[in-house]
């Protein structure tokens, strides 16, 4: 069971990237779905989730980023737009069995993707 984050890389300030989360041995859509990142230096915080239809977003991501889940592909998405450098970190997906904006909660995740948003 695990989960492959991908998708990271440098963009300038404004620019856009896709994270993708894909899946083995367990089922996306049972579980809820989170994005969270780590800057350096800083605590790992919650950027978005998803549980069921029902989507959440930190407020310092709200209107530029967008959670969705492909339940053929078991493959869960952060597109981020407008992006900052402050958006700087490593992002990574984890599941949870409710709906939580608290990291502790999840129970598997995945290994992490750089993004890095230049000025």
């Known amino acids: 069971v695990q989960l492959q984050a991908s998708g990271g890389g440098l963009v300038q300030a404004g620019g856009s990237l896709r994270l993708s989360c894909a899946a083995s041995?367990?089922?996306?859509?049972?579980?809820?779905m989170g994005w969270f990142r780590q800057a350096p230096g800083k605590e790992r915080e919650f950027a978005a989730s998803?549980?069921?239809?029902?989507?959440y977003y930190a407020d310092s991501v709200k209107s530029r980023f967008t959670i969705s889940r492909d339940n053929v592909k078991n493959t869960v998405y952060l597109q981020m737009n407008s992006l900052k450098p402050e958006d700087t970190a490593v992002y990574y997906c984890?599941?949870?069995?409710?709906?939580?904006?608290?990291?502790?909660?999840?129970?598997?995740w995945g290994q992490g993707t750089l993004v890095t948003v230049s000025s």
């Open positions: 984890a599941a949870a069995s409710l709906s939580f904006r608290d990291y502790s909660k999840y129970f598997l």
């Open positions: 041995g367990l089922t996306l859509s049972t579980y809820t």
């Open positions: 998803i549980s069921g239809v029902s989507t």
